[in-house]
């Protein structure tokens, strides 16, 4: 799909206090998962068709490059290489999504996008400690969601919007970086870091099949929250 903006963005949308709070709530969500004795770790594999998800895609500043240093120190096994590595927990929280979602609204029409979206999945607060990182990936599926899933406003539906919203300041951690792939025949320069997103309480929205990456925290702790939106499948 060819598009006139692969991103539009908010510097410094929400507030420390609100950034704090999102903390606090998502910290306490964690506490209590673990209390249930669900895991917080989210590790994704993949097989040796993934050995590559850092593939000249990180700087020079970054500690994993052309596949090679901390991704041999992340092998699960021989041909398996982590797609992830962070800390999450859900919130399903009102007060957030009214805080958040007229921002999806007015990038979706800012940007010329103007797609058709209905509902948002349960917010994915997640925290990067060192070390910590997420590959090559999109969000979206060609695949609707099935009632498998559980929820009955998913089913049907595919990803069509992507937020992130950065809940820390910069100076508390390096590396860490929101990257995109614009792939190899883009025009402009193929990967490219997003910077917009470093100021505490900044807020980027992209379609959700934009590849994209978190590279490794190199120190200190980043918190992000995450917001998936979803429609009917593309006609």
Known sequence: MILNNDYYW??????????????????????????????????????KDKA??????????????????????????KGDTFIRDTHVSGLGDEEIYSWIHPYLAEANSAAGWN???????????????QHQFYGWHSDASPNPYSPEVGNPNYVGKIRKLSMTVNLSDPKDYKGGNLRFDFGPHAEKSRYHTCTEIRPRGSIIVFPSDRLHQVTPIT??????????????PWK
């Open 10 to 47: 908010f510097k410094s949308a929400l507030t420390d206090d609100q950034c704090d709070e999102i903390i606090l709530r998502g910290e306490r969500e964690m506490s209590l998962a673990q209390e249930r004795g669900e895991s917080l770790e989210a590790t994704t594999f993949g097989g």
């Open 219 to 232: 120190s200190g702790l980043r918190y992000s929250l995450v917001m998936w939106s979803l429609g009917q």
């Open 52 to 77: 590559s998800m850092f593939e000249s895609g990180l700087g020079e500043d970054d500690p994993v490059s052309q596949g090679t240093k901390t991704n041999q120190a992340v092998k699960k096994e």
């Open 115 to 129: 797609f058709e979206w209905d509902w948002s999945e349960v917010l994915q607060f997640t925290k990067y400690n």
